[in-house]
């Protein structure tokens, strides 16, 4: 009877803190799997790589391309 008490406590244990990879693989699946977000933004940083660097080099290339337009429109920066 001991022996199925200590077994028990063991397994809650494991539960309770994985501890070989798998453990851990599985509880990140379920962790994973019960978030209700589009896939690419249920890590923790996957907002800053999916969202805010895109976002950066967007408004990056717009203003590049802005400021070269208005300098060919006024002729400024020319090669002579």
């Known amino acids: 009877m001991a022996w199925a008490v200590s077994t028990r406590e063991a397994e809650c244990q494991r539960q309770r803190h994985p501890s070989n990879p798998r453990e851990k693989l599985i509880e990140k699946q379920r962790v994973f799997q019960s978030i209700h ?15 805010a660097i ?27």
């Open 37 to 51: 977000k589009h896939t690419y933004l249920k890590g923790p940083y996957d907002k800053i790589t999916s969202v």
């Open 54 to 80: 895109p976002l950066a080099l967007a408004s990056a290339s717009l203003y590049m391309i802005g400021r070269g337009i208005y300098n060919m429109s006024h002729g400024i920066g020319k090669k002579e």
